[in-house]
């Protein structure tokens, strides 16, 4: 049983460009939720995806956005990058909504300069 | 408002003693869970115990306990004969059981970085 994977692991981007993050769900998981999490701070909830619908969101502007795919695996965009986009994105999967154990990839990094 | 509140921002431990991780949530529902994860400087959040709000016993793990006082709204963690390799950041999580569309989206206390010297 494969777990979470995250690409990339780390991004440097400019102030103003777009970025996408992706995340492989662990083998049988269809929900996938997204983390924010800032340097020295607990992960944020962005939203989450159950059978490629959004179901949910934390309070992010719309030019977060993202997607589900057919095999559960999930992409976060973000538009317009601005500094304090600065942080690192985590990925979780679940087996479904009632079972909510969420187990985590990685992380991606990213720095906006 | 669902909160949690993890009060000591570092703590030191001996090689092969016990630690305790203070957590205090706040919620009004009487259904929800409570979760630890261990985050190493390498950036995974790694699951290590639950604890849901109508288990009548306290969750283990292996060398994991939770210590569930449902009355104080406290779920402190107790790690036991501490390895070198627990020192992390180890975070106290709530499943939100309101919002929109059941998501359980969990909410995150602030962490306690633990450093476990031999």
């Known amino acids: 049983e494969t777990g979470v994977t995250q690409s990339p692991t780390h991004l440097i981007k400019t102030r103003g460009q777009q970025v996408t993050l992706r995340c492989s769900s662990q083998?049988?998981?269809?929900?996938v939720s997204w983390y924010q999490q800032a340097l020295g701070q607990g992960p944020q909830f962005i939203f989450q995806?159950?059978?490629?619908?959004?179901?949910g969101r934390g309070n992010f502007p719309p030019r977060f956005s993202g997607l589900q795919f057919p095999n559960y695996s999930s992409e976060l965009n973000v538009n317009a990058l601005e500094l304090d986009d600065s942080a690192l994105y985590l990925c979780a999967s679940s087996e479904n909504l009632a079972k909510n154990i969420q187990y985590f990839g990685a992380g991606t990094r990213l720095s906006v300069l | 408002a669902q909160k949690i509140t993890q009060t000591q921002p570092g703590m030191f431990v001996q090689e092969k003693e016990a630690v305790t991780l203070d957590c205090t949530y706040d919620t009004s529902d009487p259904s929800y869970g409570l979760f630890w994860y261990k985050q190493p400087s390498s950036g995974e959040m790694i699951f290590l115990i639950y604890?849901?709000?109508?288990?009548?016993q306290n969750a283990t793990e292996g060398r994991y306990s939770l210590n569930f006082q449902k009355a104080r709204k406290s779920a402190n963690l107790v790690i036991s004969a501490s390895q070198l390799g627990d020192s992390a950041m180890y975070f106290c999580a709530m499943r939100d059981p309101g919002g929109s569309g059941n998501t359980g989206k969990l909410i995150f206390g602030q962490g306690t970085t633990l450093q476990v010297k031999p």
């Open positions: 604890q849901g709000s109508y288990d009548q």
């Open positions: 995806y159950y059978r490629e619908e959004e179901n």
């Open positions: 083998s049988g998981h269809n929900t």
